[in-house]
């Protein structure tokens, strides 16, 4: 069985910082893209970012330049460095991870940008 464990969210005043962590654990195999989501009540996830196995990204265009994807495939595990965090960045980050045969989600973790 394969678990997706995150971590890292919380509340947090505009400007400021955030790192979310997502690691894979039980038989997960063939890891291709890891990536994190975001949802906010009423409407559809949408990607923030992915990070390919050959180590490639992209970036939401709303989030470009504040936030930073990185993996490391030894402990199966996906990090997003959030800065200069914005109101609207506000939702439930999700990660994601697709291996050759299956999509795994994590169960979400909350992300408030508030003063």
């Known amino acids: 069985q394969v678990q997706l464990v995150e971590s890292g969210g919380g509340l947090v005043q505009p400007g400021g910082s955030l790192r979310l962590s997502c690691a894979a654990s039980?038989?997960?195999?063939?890891?291709?893209?890891m990536g994190w989501y975001r949802q906010t009540p009423g409407k559809q996830r949408e990607l923030v970012a992915v990070v390919s196995s050959g180590g490639s990204t992209n970036y939401a265009d709303s989030v470009k330049g504040r936030f930073t994807i990185s993996r490391d495939n030894a402990k199966n595990t996906v990090y997003l460095q959030m800065n200069s965090l914005k109101p609207e960045d506000t939702a439930v980050y999700y990660c994601?991870?697709?291996?050759?045969?299956?999509?795994?989600w994590g169960q979400g973790t909350q992300v408030t940008v508030s003063s």
């Open positions: 039980g038989r997960i195999f063939n890891i291709y893209n």
């Open positions: 994601e991870v697709t291996t050759l045969s299956n999509v795994y």
